[in-house]
């Protein structure tokens, strides 16, 4: 079988999906581009040059190119124009969360996708990070039994995480810190527990008072099943950057985070004996796998 191209268009964002087409069986990284590659220093450089990976001259280029796989890893207010584009040009699209930045542009993208006919995907890496993974295999097989509550929080401090040029905290864009960063939180409880049928959300402003949006914020969702959820989420927190989960079932509750070694959980019914409630650990392998911070 053919390895199939990809070409990936953001480099900071973008490396490490640049790396993995670069360094998997199954693909090649074929072409790369970032409008400001000769002024950001943040690129990596090196690695498109010591693996002589072409570097695009344009967006454009991109989408003639005979990619099979375009990866949008862009400032978020590029997500939806640069999708379509490529998925107009025939291109299967892997998109960096959050999808866009309202929900018109998230329709925009579905239909185009619907009228390509080829694949879409978006970033929620948290699906994929181990400790996460484990957490709701054990929710699956009933390990703590019926889900009750559950609650996630994106936790950050996006002082020194400010993007090129200071696109996060640009009055023009207003990216806003629940949806650019809290959308793993966000999709992580809808992963374990469905889609919400009802949403309340209060904000504030205290942390970054001179940023166009919010920075933190708590949402209380209910789902399926009669199951309740919370989701914290702040950008200027003053804490080590952490996506905390706890999953309360009727038989037990797990604690699980995006970068720990291991998870724990506590079975009612491992304690009986003892007749007191207590933690087990489980490892986790993180290496070269895990949700990085922005």
């Known amino acids: 079988m053919a390895k199939l191209k990809v070409a990936v268009i953001g480099l900071r964002m973008g490396e490490a999906w640049a790396t993995a087409a670069h360094t998997q069986p199954n693909t090649t990284l074929s072409l790369v581009y970032d409008k400001f590659y000769a002024e950001n220093d943040r690129i990596n450089k090196s690695f498109f040059v010591d693996n002589q990976i072409p570097i695009a001259k344009s967006e454009e280029e991109v989408y003639a190119s005979d990619a ?31 999808l866009a930045s309202n929900l018109d542009e998230c329709r925009q993208i579905i239909a185009a996708v619907k009228e390509s006919g080829k694949f879409f995907m978006t970033g929620q890496v948290c699906r994929y990070a181990p400790g996460f993974v484990l957490a709701k295999h054990l929710l699956t097989e009933g390990r703590i039994g019926e889900l009750v509550y559950l609650e996630s929080e994106y936790a950050h401090d996006y002082t020194h995480a400010l993007g ?25 409880m809808r992963w374990l527990a469905g889609d919400p049928s009802e949403v309340f ?24 099943a009669d199951v309740i959820g919370r989701v914290f989420v702040s950008i200027g927190v003053k804490r080590p950057y952490t996506m905390r989960t706890v999953i309360n079932g009727t038989q037990g509750t797990i604690i ?39």
């Not at 996060?168 to 806003?176: E, F, N, Y």
């Not at 959300?201 to 399926?224: E, I, R, S």
């Not at 003892?274 to 392998?285: C, G, T, Y």
């Open 68 to 98: 099979d796989i375009v990866v949008v890893a862009s400032p978020d207010h590029f997500h939806c124009e640069q999708s379509i584009k490529a998925l107009r040009a025939g291109k299967h699209v892997a998109c960096e969360k959050p």
């Open 164 to 188: 090129f040029r200071n696109w996060r905290s640009d009055p023009a864009i207003k990216r806003h810190g629940f949806l650019g960063g809290g959308c793993h939180a966000l999709d992580l």
């Open 201 to 224: 959300c209060y904000m504030n402003q205290k942390h970054l008072p001179d940023w166009p949006t919010p920075d933190t914020g708590v949402a209380v969702a209910k789902f399926p």
């Open 256 to 294: 699980c985070d995006n970068t720990s070694e291991k998870i724990q959980i506590c079975e009612a019914s491992s304690c009986q004996a003892a007749q007191k409630l207590a933690f087990a650990e489980i490892p986790v392998q993180t290496a070269s796998h895990n949700v990085a911070s922005e």
